[in-house]
């Protein structure tokens, strides 16, 4: 059994009037650093300050899980804001247990293959545990990485990465 904090599978990000949310054709993406076309391709989660890191599978329907690691969440339209949701507590999947150590201008990186993007983290915030994250468009290309607080029990802690040049 799972001890620690269990986030929902379906997350909704509302940017202003745009909504995000999972959906069932995952291969109708557009994120630049996500190769679709081919179905078994993994992507590495990076994060230096709390040693982490970890694949996941965002064209994986099976593997896209956050009961299985990351799950990855997709806009539902073209603009190229990322979602990555993982568990905290003290669990075998619990990739996001350290999270709340980061900081502003914290670095991670996200690989595939031989690109690697480098995000420099520009907001920390928490929320309610709604399955509501509302945030300015100001955010639209970023990369926002959610999991339940140790420090609030009864709220979500988030982080926005900002894509930088490496």
Excluded: W
Aim: proline share 3%; with cysteine.
């Amino acid at each position: 059994m799972l001890k620690g904090c269990f986030l929902i599978s379906l997350v909704f990000l509302l940017i202003n009037t745009l909504s995000f949310n999972m959906v069932d054709d995952m291969l109708d993406s557009n994120f630049p650093f996500i190769n679709v076309e081919n179905k078994n391709d993994y992507h590495i989660l990076e994060i230096p300050k709390i040693n982490l890191e970890k694949r996941f599978y965002p064209d994986d329907i099976n593997l896209n899980d956050v009961d299985k690691g990351i799950e990855v969440i997709y806009p539902n339209n073209n603009h190229n804001t990322l979602l990555l949701a993982s568990h905290s507590g003290n669990s075998s999947i619990a990739y996001f247990n350290k999270l709340e150590e980061l900081t502003i201008n914290d670095e991670f990186y996200i690989k595939n293959g031989n690109t690697t993007n480098k995000y420099l983290i520009i907001k920390q915030d928490y929320k309610e545990k709604n399955g509501i994250l509302s945030l300015s468009n100001l955010y639209e290309g970023s990369v926002i990485l959610l999991t339940c607080s140790h420090k609030y029990p009864d709220k979500q802690v988030y982080y926005i990465g900002k894509k930088e040049n490496i």
